[in-house]
């Protein structure tokens, strides 16, 4: 920017902001930049604003990125393509990607780090050639620049200022059009109370109040009554109420008092001045008729009050009476479409009314949680069977489609480790399901507590238990069912700790003559296969990779979602690379080390890194994976049985531990920087 100062355009008290002219930053001739952008204010008082600014990149050919100092990994990004038969710089006000570009920053600052580099150096499928390009970064009120008339002239501007000769890459430029920059400002870090003790307290004015304003310093403001600057001596003055354009409701006479007014009847007057005909004439004071009028008005009003809601109550029941019809119709279609046996809908509906009696209106004091698709809430039915209601948070067709399909799941599924489905409402937009009740919340929350609650046996049982669940949805139900969304979060322990694989929302059924389905993908962060997230093409093995998480987070009470080592890696990386190092014990969870010998969790962590191999045609079955968990839980409950049965465990029908640990150790290192960057930053698809 330049170091001469800034031109104030603007200053908004109440809105504590100031309008500054921070000039235009060019950079001229190059392929790339790397430098820091400063602007010279005093960081304690004002502040560039996040929020209310776009940080445009005027120009083509390059991508701009900004970042806070020291948050290069938190950046901000956009890129500005040339095309052709367009100008090299958007001149016509738009700023949509070609000739120009904009981004946002995530915090107030005066101090950004911004990187400019030529797009083929960002695209590696493109030429490593870099292009030399000129661009024109600005700062500018989001509002201002969004008024095309605005942005065109500052484009202008910007255009002219490079045409012109002895153009040289700095910042020091003084348009005619200012850049309209928003400035929060507020005083200091300090409390109202800590200044007033030191005695820099800024709230001058006698009739001002102070208001701290976390998370940083304070601003002051003039009192109701008054109006003025609360920052100078005698700033806040008394305002005359009954002078003002729009004065205050008065029917008779108003008074202006110090810091308010008063309303009164005129003399010879008395009763309500601020209501119209309030104040009436003294002599009526205790006249039959006023009193005749006054409770015949009370009575017409009060009657016509009943009327207007009686009428607005039967009105609205029976629009909400013909949405019911419309919603059960349009719903019940729907589910009869995906479902084999067609008397299932029927026998499987409930009303509104019912669930709404249950749920006591939905009330927040029955709500137990909430999920990717909806909130669930603890209810009573009237034969006293306890369940737990799925409601929709959004009434979208991806909703109400996911909806219908875990309804068309779960009524085909019976198994003890699934959650059960005893019907749905199809009376409202969206469907409501309605499952068993289950008590004792997530394994999720029961692993992740400290001091841990679940034991070593206890984990061995869960997963076991859900490896079932999942063999039992791949291969032994009446379709093949791909949850798509395993996770600690959607395993339910009952009051027994038994497992209860839950959410099917994103699940989808497998005809019987495919092996895969090509889809939209859907998953969780941290459990979701690499392989699917890069072909989008759901196989059975896209769940045994979560599973192999669900493993590896069992063992080591780390949270994939969240979790990176000192090393830059996640989870499921570090724990495969210390596998194959034979460092297991650096990671494992200290409850585990204590419970259990390291030959067993040795043995189960190598099943997890099958599950997680990289391949999904690699890894092994649900099936397999049920056998060799069985067979270890067998071997740890029955010490000294033979060697083979170990074996068995942990070989599932491929290649021995070792290869596997080294074959995904390799592959994790080696595609560090490539396929985890792109899987751990990309944030767009659902869930």
Known sequence: MNDFGYEVLKIKLKARVLYLDTGIHQFLGSNSYNQDLNVSLDDRVYRVSAAKNFFIALGCGFQFRISLPGARDNSSTCNSTCQPSYPMMAVDGTCSGIGCCYTLVTGDSNSYTIRLATLNETNSSLSQQRVPFNASVIVVKGEWWRRTENSMSLEKEVLSSLKAPGGAQNSESVPEVPTHTVVNWMFGNSSCAEDQKSGA?????DNSDCH?????GYECRCQPGYKGNPYMPNGCQDIDECTQPDPPLCFGRCINTVGSYDCVCPYGTYGNPRVKDGCAPSKLKFSGLVIAIGVGSGIFILLFILAAIIIRRKVRARKAGKMKDFFFKQNRGLLLQQLVDKDIAERMIFNLEELEKATNSFDEAQKLGGGGHGTVYKGILCDQRIVAIKK??????REIDDFINEVAILSQLNHRNVVKLFGCCLET???LLVYEFISNGTLHDHLHVSPPSLSWKERMRIALEIARSLAYLHSAASVSVIHRDIKTTNIL??????????????SRDIPIDQTAVTTTIQGTFGYLDPEYYQTSRLTEKSDVYSFGVILVELLTRRRPSSYISSEGFNLVSHFVLLVSEHR???????????EVKAEEADKVAAVAVMCLNPKGEDRPTMRQVETGLEALQSSAENAGSNQTTE????RLSHPSVEESNINASAYNLSRRYSMEDEFWSSMSFPR
């Open 201 to 205: 307290y800024w709230c001058l004015s």
């Open 212 to 216: 701290d304003d976390p998370p940083r």
């Open 392 to 397: 929709s948070r959004h009434a979208i067709k």
């Open 429 to 431: 937009e969206v469907p």
């Open 493 to 506: 322990l009952d009051d027994q700790f038994i497992a209860k694989v839950s959410d099917f929302g994103a």
């Open 584 to 594: 297991l014990c650096d990671i494992l969870d200290p409850k585990v080390t204590e």
């Open 647 to 650: 074996e068995h465990a942990v």
